[in-house]
């Protein structure tokens, strides 16, 4: 059979509209099917031609990759320092939100250790997991070329460190103690205490939605594009609800935020360089998976 429209040439298909015999240039895929071209130019719709049929027309758009622009050589141990600095964080952000809770189960005389013992150690470890989460967004920064990483770690470390001296100084200086008519010793809390919470609550609020903001801006990267979807929404929402840290919603929201972000940052792509597992990893030659060997070509990163 030959091609309708040249006649020396052999066909490799025909029209399922008009039955005209195709070659390799007239031929048209739509929806699967071939057509030719007099017949692809007239049909704008293939259901139109085969009713019933179940087809997406037109075919629906494949988001394209981000390509990262890193700011110098990559280097992996931003995305180490942040997947060891979230889980830090998950400890300290479940420490404090049972701090909290106490708070209202216990008596007035075993507030004084619930906010001691707990309270402060809790901020201590978040603390340090805030600050080396940061490191991670930075790494967004230097090893994909997001402006909006760099944003998200001087906001943390920024915010956070305010946000931290706040809430241990309302809990340092807001503690009291009285004397009933029976000599008995008790704790209170007064109303500094909330307010100095409240305004750190706002401020680590501000830095989980900024953070969270700036792993979405780089979430097609990822070859596992619905954790880091994940990590900026709930960072997002557990961002704003923070104010609300008499309630645990926010508190439960931002711990999977910061659990999720660990699995983000152990499976975080590097330009020109494979992923790296949980605890790092050695490739077929002995060298760490997160360094080039010396034997490898040096990549080229998109300018």
Known sequence: MKCAVHNDRDAVGVCVHCGGGVCTECRVVLGGRIFCKRCAETVTDPRAVFPGASISWPAPEIPRPMIPRPKGVPKRYFFNIGKWGALLGSVGLLV??????????????????????????????????????????????????????????????????ISLVLFVGGMVTSIHEYENYLGETYYYVDDLFYVLTLIAAMFMGISFIVYGISVLMVRRIFPNIRIPTAVGILSIVGGALFPLWLFMAPWIILFVAMILSSSMFRDAPLPGLPAQGMFGGHGADGQASGEPTPSSPEPRYPR
Do not use: E, Q
């Open 96 to 161: 404090l939100g049972s701090s909290v809770l106490f708070l209202f189960l216990v008596s007035s005389n075993t507030l004084i250790y619930i906010m001691w013992g707990v309270g402060v150690p809790g901020a201590a470890i978040y603390g340090a997991g805030i600050l080396m989460l940061s490191c991670g967004a930075y790494g967004f920064y230097r090893n994909y070329g997001s402006t909006m990483g760099l944003g998200a770690f001087l906001t943390m470390i920024i915010l956070g460190s």
